[in-house]
């Protein structure tokens, strides 16, 4: 493997106009074509990229690209940057709508602004089985860690040995899997995610595209996945994709039906906050108590209003 110390940086202005923007060739200098270990100038890995790694997984198991493309159809205008646009304001909500692209979350979420208990995504509850057959394929994802970034799978391993087994893939230091479909990321960096951990990126390829190439745009170093490839990486750090595109030009959401182009991303990792979740049998029981308190309160609420409306006067009521 081709070890590479990086020593030199983008300009930090010139990052910063490239924050959410889909990238293009020229912003890379260096493409990785064999296997890899890229650190940064202070000695911490920024990537290791394995080609093939999973492509014998890949051919024993056909039922993990099933399962992977029959995710194409979930959609979110909730991954800002990543969409490679700005988030713009919902009329009448306090929530903001960036583009909506083909990346689904799957596996599990800790609470956070709206949802007051830790979960499985919706998709992950309704298809326990399809989940499961996903682990032939994070479990040489994790093992892979283990191997290249040893530290940073020991980190990522303490948090889970703290978590509740509900949430974490067994056999894996993972507990939330994002699975993307044909679209270019913008650039962006990764929110939510162990910072002492790291990231297991693997691309399943189909069609004649060109572009969709992973780039770490401050360290202009780029990795063109091909199918079965896998890339452990710091996700904390700036990354995106070149913009997609069919020989003859098509670059949107048609791609997969002019050259049967799809490329699918699935970025395995752990959330930091799930250690604080109890078990799920003991968070539904939480969240089915707080929906009651919530349904009592709307009703209280209605009848307040209505006596406010209709009822005698509190002055009346007093006397
Ligand atoms: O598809 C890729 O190469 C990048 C995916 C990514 O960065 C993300 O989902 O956050």
């Not at 040995?161 to 993972?174: L, S």
């Not at 063109?224 to 990486?233: A, E, F, Q, S």
């Not at 309160?297 to 007093?318: I, M, Y």
Request: aromatic residues 6%; positive net charge.
């Amino acid at each position: 493997m081709t070890e590479m110390r990086l020593r030199s940086r983008a300009a930090p202005d010139a990052v910063a106009a490239q924050v959410g923007k889909v990238l293009g060739d020229i912003d890379h200098d260096v493409l990785l074509t064999g296997p890899a270990r890229v650190l940064m100038p202070d000695g911490r890995p920024l990537c290791v990229y394995l080609p093939g790694h999973l492509s014998p997984v890949l051919e024993r198991r056909p039922e993990v690209y099933e399962v992977l493309h029959s995710l194409r159809n979930l959609k979110t205008d909730n991954r800002g940057l990543a969409s490679g646009t700005r988030r713009r304001p919902i009329v009448g909500q306090q929530r903001t709508r960036a583009k909506r692209i083909a990346s689904a979350v799957i596996g599990s979420l800790e609470t956070a602004q709206r949802q007051t208990y830790c979960r499985l995504t919706a998709w992950t509850g309704d298809h326990l089985s399809e989940y499961e057959q996903l682990r032939h394929l994070l479990l040489p994802m994790s093992s892979a860690l283990s191997e290249h970034v040893p530290d940073r799978f020991a980190a990522q391993a303490l948090e889970v040995a703290k978590t509740h087994r509900d949430y974490v893939v067994p056999g894996t230091v993972f507990s939330t899997v994002t699975v993307n479909n044909t679209y270019p990321t913008g650039v962006h960096q990764d929110a939510g995610d162990l910072a002492a951990g790291f990231s297991a990126l693997a691309v399943l390829r189909r069609g004649d595209y060109a572009g969709g190439r992973l780039v770490f745009p401050e360290w202009r170093v780029a990795a063109d996945l091909r199918d079965g490839d896998l890339i452990l990486m710091d996700a904390h750090q700036w990354h995106g994709n070149t913009a997609m595109s069919c020989p003859h030009g098509l670059k949107d959401d048609r791609m997969r039906q002019c050259c049967g182009a799809e490329r699918i991303s699935v970025v395995a990792y752990f959330r930091e906050r799930m250690t604080g979740c109890r078990s799920l049998a003991e968070e539904t029981r939480r969240a089915e108590a707080i929906a009651e308190k919530r349904n009592q309160f709307a009703n209280n609420l209605t009848e307040a209003d209505l006596h406010g409306a209709k009822g005698p006067s509190p002055q009346a009521d007093r006397a």
